[in-house]
C-alpha cells in the first residue's frame, strides 16, 4: 500500500469522526514507522483548536484499523496532534478559511516582485480553482501581491507571541 492510499484511508475515518486530517506525515522507517496525523475541527479558527481528549478519541478509533493494515508493520507509533496556533495550511480551502488572519508563506520561486521567496501577510483569500488557484496576500506596509498557489512550498498561520 502506498503512502497516499493510507492517507487518504486515514483522512476518511478522521472525517467520519467528524474531524479534518490536517496533515498525516510518515517518518520512521519500514520496520518502526511513524504516522504523525494532525486534526482539526472542520469549522473552527485558530483560538478553538481540539482538545487532548479529541485526539485520543481519533487515535483509539484509528488503531483498530491500522493495527490490521497490510503492509504496515505492527510497530508502528500513531501520534495524534492538534495542528497549533500556527496552523499549517495545505489545502487550497484553508485559504479561504482564514482569510483575515496572519500568515507566513515560503515560496519554490519567488513570490514577491523584489525577488524574495517568503512573504509574510494577511490572507486575504484565494481566487481560481483546479491548479490555478492565486493566493493573495497583504503585506505589512500595505501593499497586496498575489502568487500561484503552486508556487507555495510551505504556508502557515503565525501567532503573536508578544
Given at each position: 500500500?502506498?503512502?497516499?492510499?493510507?492517507?487518504?484511508?486515514?483522512?476518511?475515518?478522521?472525517?467520519?469522526?467528524?474531524?479534518?486530517?490536517?496533515?498525516?506525515?510518515?517518518?520512521?522507517?519500514?520496520?518502526?514507522?511513524?504516522?504523525?496525523?494532525?486534526?482539526?475541527?472542520?469549522?473552527?479558527?485558530?483560538?478553538?483548536?481540539?482538545?487532548?481528549?479529541?485526539?485520543?478519541?481519533?487515535?483509539?478509533?484509528?488503531?483498530?484499523?491500522?493495527?490490521?493494515?497490510?503492509?504496515?508493520?505492527?510497530?508502528?507509533?500513531?501520534?495524534?496532534?492538534?495542528?497549533?496556533?500556527?496552523?499549517?495550511?495545505?489545502?487550497?480551502?484553508?485559504?479561504?478559511?482564514?482569510?483575515?488572519?496572519?500568515?507566513?508563506?515560503?515560496?519554490?520561486?519567488?513570490?514577491?516582485?523584489?525577488?524574495?521567496?517568503?512573504?509574510?501577510?494577511?490572507?486575504?483569500?484565494i481566487a481560481g480553482?483546479?491548479?490555478?488557484?492565486?493566493?493573495?496576500?497583504?503585506?505589512?506596509?500595505?501593499?497586496?501581491?498575489?502568487?500561484?498557489?503552486?508556487?507555495?512550498?510551505?504556508?502557515?498561520?503565525?501567532?503573536?507571541?508578544g
Amino acid at each position: 500500500m502506498t503512502d497516499d492510499s493510507l492517507s487518504r484511508e486515514i483522512e476518511s475515518k478522521v472525517e467520519a469522526l467528524g474531524f479534518e486530517a490536517v496533515e498525516v506525515e510518515r517518518a520512521g522507517n519500514r520496520a518502526r514507522p511513524i504516522i504523525r496525523l494532525r486534526i482539526d475541527r472542520p469549522d473552527g479558527g485558530p483560538e478553538s483548536g481540539v482538545t487532548l481528549d479529541e485526539c485520543a478519541e481519533v487515535s483509539r478509533a484509528l488503531e483498530a484499523s491500522l493495527d490490521n493494515h497490510p503492509g504496515l508493520s505492527d510497530r508502528y507509533v500513531l501520534e495524534v496532534s492538534s495542528p497549533g496556533v500556527e496552523r499549517p495550511l495545505v489545502r487550497p480551502r484553508d485559504w479561504s478559511r482564514f482569510a483575515g488572519q496572519e500568515a507566513a508563506v515560503t515560496g519554490n520561486r519567488p513570490l514577491l516582485p523584489d525577488g524574495s521567496s517568503r512573504a509574510e501577510g494577511t490572507i486575504l483569500g484565494i481566487a481560481g480553482e483546479g491548479g490555478e488557484e492565486e493566493v493573495s496576500l497583504r503585506l505589512a506596509d500595505g501593499s497586496e501581491v498575489s502568487f500561484p498557489l503552486s508556487a507555495v512550498k510551505k504556508a502557515q498561520l503565525t501567532y503573536d507571541w508578544g
